[in-house]
């Protein structure tokens, strides 16, 4: 029953042929979490928005994370780079797509070439080894996460969308000026406009960080987390999920789910999981009036 | 005409069902869920045929749906409800306690958005128009029940009952009718 469970799995979880990637683990025992260590994070795509209902009956908006192929290709260390960092690759890709340079890096990984890399700073103690698939209990529900991706591009917005400007009034003799900027200076001193000076232009698709969202599902089969709020971007877009740096220590997750799995989660650890996992939101009931 | 049970509870289904206690498994890692972490009704998931976040919303509305509350908004279901008729909404005041709030009221508005279905109920209360908007899958709505089925609306949407409310809203015989049959009915039941 558990291996029929366990095989169904692993079909969905990749596609491909699952048996060629297992999970690569450490060779060593898994290195102990301090207050000091930092884990790497993980690569995910941002496939929409929906809600759930939690414990309270609250109704919650959650954006969907899908973790697809999400592997370490490459560890950088402090010798020969100059800082410990770990290089996450996602989402396969066919090699035929692929450049001579970058299948060349593939190979000395030896994985499949990847559509999105991205570096993630790590501690020592946390590093993972090449080859090492992360999936979405890397996460805890109940944990706080950051996600960063570019944001929807806006086009040409003129300065009251993109600065939020005010403008000039709507009547009492303003002509044809209402939405413009303004003044842009001085006079004879500085007689220039100074660099920098917010105007119109191209607005969105630039990098942004939503930070300390919760993480409210997590999805072992098709390797989903829920967090709670919105994404920055648009669907499909590769997003970089990492525990929120604002909540450290003890205030990252609920006290029962600590310590977060480190470096990440072991594989056996996920078989025995149900597929899904839900994050109560806890403290008291939000309908009953405090006396 | 139907009342769901809170099935919160119920939907906690136990872990260690799904692993049977071999010798090979007993040396295997079991989890355990914490005190913060809920295990919901689990579901094969099957992207064949459509995808990613169609599968997970079919899934949810089966999860929060179990109790057949999606029949109240399935057309072909004798059960459906339909703009115009009067309907009996009993919510619970919040999760922690049993008690129930009522409203009755005319359905205006219907929404079929899978989960995020919802419907809109009106009444005048005291002189006052009120509009109930109500989440279909919402765990807080205990039962919802067709005191009375609408006759003569032609439309999707009662707007229009707004500003032009004939004798829509003279619900008090019905819910005092309604309220004797509920008593009568207990009687016999006990």
């Known amino acids: 029953m558990a291996s029929l469970l366990s095989s169904v799995r692993a079909g969905l979880r990749t596609g491909l042929n699952a048996e060629c990637r297992s999970f690569v683990t450490a060779a060593t025992q898994p290195a102990t979490w301090t207050h000091k260590s930092l884990r790497t994070g993980v690569i995910a795509r941002k496939k929409g928005m929906t809600a759930m209902w939690d414990e309270w009956g609250v109704r919650i908006p959650v954006t969907v994370l899908q973790l697809e192929q999400c592997q370490v290709v490459q560890v950088l260390n402090e010798e020969t780079h100059g800082y410990t960092a770990l290089q996450i690759g996602s989402t396969d890709r066919t090699p035929k797509n692929v450049t001579q340079p970058m299948m060349g890096h593939f190979n000395k990984a030896g994985v499949e070439p990847k559509r999105k890399l991205f570096e993630f700073e790590v501690t020592p103690d946390a590093v993972l080894p090449v080859g090492t698939e992360l999936v979405a209990s890397h996460f805890v529900p109940g944990q706080f996460v950051d996600c960063s991706a570019p944001t929807m ?107 977060l799995p480190f470096p990440t989660i072991q594989p056996e650890a996920v078989k025995a999981m149900p597929r899904e996992l839900v994050a109560k939101t806890g403290g008291a009931d939000p309908y009953v009036m405090k006396e | 005409m139907f009342s769901f049970t809170r099935t919160l509870g119920a939907r906690l289904s136990g872990v260690t069902a799904r692993f049977a206690s071999t010798a090979a498994n007993a040396a295997k890692p079991t989890y355990k869920a914490p005190a913060s972490v809920t295990v919901p009704t689990q579901f094969k998931p099957n992207t064949k045929g459509q995808g990613l976040m169609q599968l997970i919303a079919k899934e949810e509305v089966k999860r929060m749906g179990a109790d057949g509350r999606s029949k109240l908004f399935n057309k072909s279901h004798p059960d459906c409800l339909r703009p115009g008729d009067v309907v009996l909404v009993e919510t619970l005041n919040s999760m922690s306690a049993d008690k129930t709030s009522t409203f009755v009221g005319v359905l205006i508005a219907m929404d079929r958005r899978g989960l995020h279905s919802n419907f809109t109920v009106r009444n005048v209360v005291l002189k006052v128009g009120v509009e109930m908007k109500y989440m279909l899958y919402s765990p807080m709505i205990k039962s919802v029940r067709i005191m009375k089925r609408g006759e003569g609306f032609r439309r999707a949407k009662l707007f229009y009952l707004r500003d032009n409310p004939g004798r829509a809203f003279r619900l008090e015989g019905l819910v005092k009718q309604d309220k004797a049959a509920q008593a009568k009915k207990a009687a016999k039941s006990a």
């Not at chain 1, 987390?225 to 877009?237: C, F, L, S």
Request: hydrophobic residues 35%.
């Open chain 1, 153 to 259: 591009g806006k086009g040409f917005q003129g300065a009251m969308k993109r600065h939020g400007f005010g403008g000039q009034p709507a009547t009492h003799g303003t002509s044809l000026t209402h939405r413009s900027l303004g003044s842009t200076g001085q006079r004879k001193d500085p007689g220039k406009v100074f660099k920098g000076k917010k105007m119109a232009g191209r607005m969105g698709g630039n990098q942004a960080t939503v930070q300390s969202l919760k993480v409210m599902k997590i999805d072992n089969d098709l390797n989903l987390i829920y967090v709670k709020g919105a994404v920055p971007g648009v669907d499909e877009q590769f997003v970089k999920v990492r525990d929120a740096i604002k909540k450290r220590g003890d205030k990252i997750a609920p006290a029962d789910v600590l310590p």
